[in-house]
């Protein structure tokens, strides 16, 4: 295949999942009886502009439907990013109630309504019927569509020009990421600022989070690769920030390059830097993460297997996409978890894509009171032993798989 971005021949594997429906094509009762779409899930890297990207084998269309099931608001430590993000952008670009912020890929409106409760004129930009229909609740103007140069012309023939551009865990998702990445470049001011946060590619390959790898998400980013990306299509970086979300981010200031007129920061050298100290420019670095995957998946799975034969009974919490990668990559279904808990009403009663194992809410886990809680979303894993630390009322115990399997009581 040729790269998404440099149109080069692209032959080089990154990893090998074999094959999964969409991560986020929850079941139904109904739809237990029918055949389910599986894809290949094979990522490569291109050797010339270092991105890393999936085959593509699913249109866009295909994974982000009406029925869409990811709302960002049922993560209280998502939220409190959220307020944090907009208190920071408010102060550092001087927003006010003449500065319009626009949020690609605005989900249910969890951040665009921080703005806009400050009295920010606000507008999201959300494909996905589901996400956009929770955002409108909240009051918030959502043109429901996907985003790109053409949207971005028609919007500014509207007279919106945007003061700041947020594009939180979206880079990731587009197929087209020149067209994307362009639509900024039209729809910022002269002096407006565009944030990206993105999974850290660095990390991910540091803390063999392979399960972060879905049909959904096209591109697997580094700095290195978003420079190269930006700057081919009207924008210019100038300034970087790690972040502690989704396992290690970053959030990527940029404006445009014709017009831009804030100077690049030390951090933008110092976090290129890194990369290429890591290997990052070099095919080696991507070439040991297949088997790196493949002993985390082992030790999973044999962990599982181990408990059923002590008579343990498993569960999950989290119907999270990644966990869906997890599930189906070790080939798990409700012989070796049971159930799957998550707070978002949308999923219960309906099944995991592929694994099949049914989800249900968290009172569920007071009911049944599993011996083993395997988090899903391990990521978010001090917020949920938190949250589910009454389950040492009975023993139960937590398991994370990622970056390496680990069995903890609840109290620790």
């Not at 999964?20 to 894809?39: C, G, Q, V």
């Amino acid at each position: 295949m040729k790269c998404r971005h440099c149109a080069h021949l692209v032959t080089e594997r990154f990893i090998d999942l074999g094959s999964a429906p969409p991560s986020n094509a929850y079941l139904t009762d109904a739809r237990l009886a029918a055949p389910e779409k599986w894809f290949p899930l094979t990522v490569l890297v291109c050797t010339h502009c270092w991105l890393v990207q999936t085959e593509d084998f699913a249109e866009a269309s295909e994974l982000f439907d009406a029925e869409y099931a990811y709302f960002s608001g049922f993560s209280t430590s998502w939220l409190a990013h959220c307020e944090a993000y907009a208190v920071a952008m408010v102060e550092r670009f001087a927003l006010g109630d003449e500065s319009l912020v626009v949020e690609v890929a605005a989900n249910d409106g969890s951040l665009l309504g921080c703005f806009q409760d400050r009295g920010i004129p606000s507008l999201g930009v959300e494909p996905t019927a589901s996400t956009a229909a929770s955002a409108r609740a909240r009051g918030l103007e959502i043109v429901e569509a996907f985003f790109g140069v053409d949207l971005a012309r028609d919007l500014v023939a509207r007279g919106h020009r945007a003061a700041l551009t947020a594009a939180n865990n979206v880079l990731a998702h587009v197929p087209d990421i020149n067209d994307f990445v362009g639509g900024f470049a039209v729809l910022l001011a002269d002096d407006g600022v565009a944030t990206f946060e993105f999974p850290h590619l660095l990390n991910l390959v540091r803390e063999h989070q392979f399960d972060t790898i879905y049909h959904e998400h096209y591109s697997y980013l580094s700095l290195l690769a978003v420079t190269h990306i930006f700057a081919a299509n009207g924008l210019a970086v100038f300034d970087v920030e790690a972040l502690p979300t989704h396992g290690g981010s970053l959030r990527v200031f940029a404006q445009r390059a014709e017009s831009g007129v804030r100077p690049v920061g030390p951090n933008v050298a110092l976090t290129l830097g890194k990369e290429r100290e890591a290997g990052m420019d070099r095919l080696g670095f991507y070439q040991r993460f297949q088997q790196q995957a493949e002993t985390v998946k082992d030790d999973f799975l044999s962990f599982l297997i181990q408990a059923r034969r002590e008579g343990k009974r498993v569960a999950a919490y989290g119907a999270a996409a990644k966990g869906n990668t997890l599930l189906n990559f070790a080939g798990v279904r409700p012989d070796l978890i049971a159930f799957v808990v998550d707070r978002n009403p949308s999923k219960q009663g309906k099944y995991m894509p592929g694994s099949r194992i049914p989800i249900r809410g968290e009172d569920a886990l007071r009911q049944e009171k599993p011996d083993y809680i395997v988090l899903l979303p391990w990521n978010l894993r001090v917020e949920l032993v938190e949250q589910l630390k009454y389950v040492h009322e009975w023993g139960g115990r937590f398991v994370t798989a990622i970056p390496a399997l680990a069995v903890f009581d609840a109290e620790r």
